[in-house]
């Protein structure tokens, strides 16, 4: 990962772990193991905002961030792409394996199991 | 030129059977890769053959080639009113051939961006999430994690491709059943098996009212994964890669909140069994002498509607 994306990536997790939106000097007072420019905390903050990750409002005089969505909203997100096969998505993710019904596949594995170790290498 | 109209729809209207035919047909699953290759030649002899079989009967009686004929043909018809020739019953029903050669052409052409357009952005979707959410773990070197209790393990090809396994798989699988499944995904990276998947999907994308197109993706998505299977084979043994299948298949990603995954999933439930049978009980691939034959008749599908459409034959 580069620098940029673990920045978003650390600043993403404040905004989602604060409960109101932030200042971006209160973002830059969270990240508490780096000593960041006010002005790059600004500009990753813009970014997140532009691909749609962060929300900003404006407080008074300074612009407040919050997250968008919840980091399990994305998590679900990724999840649900990921398990949906239909046709585009399929040729986008390749997933391991698909679906097979429970009982058939306790009875495939009952086989598996009878084989013992070493055969069917 | 007749010959050359005559053999073009021939080819064209043959590769419908003939690819109802290998779907259906067991011994792709013995050699998936020379299967693979046959239904690319297919594809795409099917495509140029029906795109030169509408443009040929759309040109015919110029003494031209196929696509040269078409060419001129399209060509006389921007000339002046005056120039053209008067429009018949046969003229006119060379020139619904005619449009309809290039609106194919052109649709096939377009469903193949499209497609890769879709796919690249549904991947940056992807790398921007697993950016801000995936976190590396030591039981699965070199892959990304995503903390939920889904069974998940896919990757995501590209330039900068990766393997995203879900925690949920992570918990249910032991060492050896997760290097398996790494084993075959790294296959799919290695040889851009999405690069392969894509024409055919885009294909059903287009043409979703056709039998033969969905038959076609599903049976080259199948022998993707198997061939993929055969390479995991290369590293881990097939009772570790068949344990890996039926659990993650059995998980299903039911803890997905999704109505709609229940229905796709019914529609695919035979395809990990064929795999977890296949390498159960593994059968001999094909002699070198079947696959070179096949190979043969893969470049001949592609070679000869070209040749028709290319070259001035009369």
Request: hydrophobic letters at 55%; charged letters at 20%; a positive charge.
């Amino acid at each position: 990962m580069n620098r940029l994306g673990e920045l978003e990536r650390a600043i993403m997790d404040v905004l989602w772990e604060a409960a109101d939106p932030l200042s971006v000097r209160e973002v830059s007072g969270r990240l508490t193991d780096r000593d960041l420019a006010h002005t790059t905390v600004m500009t990753v903050l813009d970014r997140l905002a532009k691909k749609g990750f962060a929300r900003r409002e404006r407080s008074g005089r300074a612009w407040h961030y919050r997250a968008a969505e919840s980091r399990e909203a994305y998590v679900t997100e990724l999840m649900l792409s990921a398990l949906d096969q239909t046709g585009d998505r399929q040729a986008a993710l390749a997933r391991f394996a698909r679906s097979v019904s429970g009982t058939e596949a306790e009875a495939l594995l009952r086989a598996l199991g009878a084989l013992g170790e070493g055969a069917g290498g | 030129m007749s010959s050359a109209v005559v053999i073009l729809a021939a080819v064209a209207t043959g590769s419908i059977p003939a690819a109802n035919a290998l779907a259906y047909a067991r011994w792709p699953r013995r050699s998936p890769a020379t299967a693979i290759v046959l239904w690319q030649g297919l594809g795409l002899g099917w495509g140029l053959a029906t795109v030169g079989a509408l443009l040929g009967i759309g040109a015919f009686g110029n003494g031209l080639g196929v696509a040269s004929g078409a060419l001129a043909r399209l060509a006389s018809l921007t000339r002046s009113g005056a120039l053209r020739p008067a429009l018949t019953l046969i003229s006119a029903i060379q020139l619904v051939c005619l449009a309809a050669g290039f609106a194919l052409l052109a649709t096939l052409c377009w469903i193949l961006v499209a497609a890769s357009a879709t796919v690249l952005r549904a991947r940056q979707r992807q790398r921007m999430l697993l950016n801000l959410l995936a976190h590396g773990d030591p039981k699965v070197p070199g892959a990304l994690v995503v903390d939920h209790p889904a069974a998940a393990a896919y990757c995501l090809p590209g330039l900068r491709s990766t393997i995203v396994l879900s925690a949920g798989v992570l918990a249910l699988l032991d060492d050896d059943e997760l290097a398996a499944v790494l084993a075959h995904e790294r296959a799919h990276l290695r040889e851009r098996h999405d690069l392969v998947l894509l024409p055919f999907s885009a294909l059903l994308r287009a043409f979703r009212w056709a039998a033969v197109a969905r038959r076609a993706q599903r049976a080259v998505a199948l022998l993707v994964e198997m061939h993929a299977d055969d390479r995991a084979l290369r590293h881990r043994s097939a009772k570790e890669l068949a344990t890996a299948l039926l659990r993650v298949g059995a998980a299903g990603g039911g803890a997905v909140p999704s109505g709609a995954l229940a229905a796709i999933d019914c529609a695919t439930d035979g395809d990990v069994t064929a795999r977890v049978i296949r390498l159960l009980r593994p059968s001999p691939g094909l002699s070198p002498a079947a696959r070179v034959l096949t190979g043969l008749t893969a470049a001949a599908a592609v070679a000869v509607p070209a040749a028709l459409l290319a070259l001035p034959l009369h």
